[in-house]
């Protein structure tokens, strides 16, 4: 299936571990983000690519508050 992209439609918290220490950013609106690992129609937590970081968001905060983009390849 490959990797699907969404655009935010308010600011979204996510977790992002560095040195093995989780800490709370907030990805502003109108991001766009790449769901890389996880089931968005799950529970739980789902892997996100942004901005070159990998996050952890909860797949219902990216199912409920984000909306499909369509990635055209070259």
Do not use: C, W
């Not at 690519?49 to 984000?66: E, F, I, P, S, W």
């Amino acid at each position: 299936m490959g990797e699907r992209t969404f655009k935010l439609l308010a600011p979204t918290m996510a977790i992002r571990v560095e040195n093995e220490q989780p800490s709370v950013v907030t990805v502003p609106t109108n991001a766009v983000v790449t769901l890389v690992d996880g089931d968005i129609n799950g529970v739980g937590l789902v892997q996100i690519r942004y901005q070159d970081q990998v996050l952890q968001m909860l797949a219902t905060d990216l199912r409920n508050g984000g909306e499909p983009v369509l990635v055209t390849s070259a």
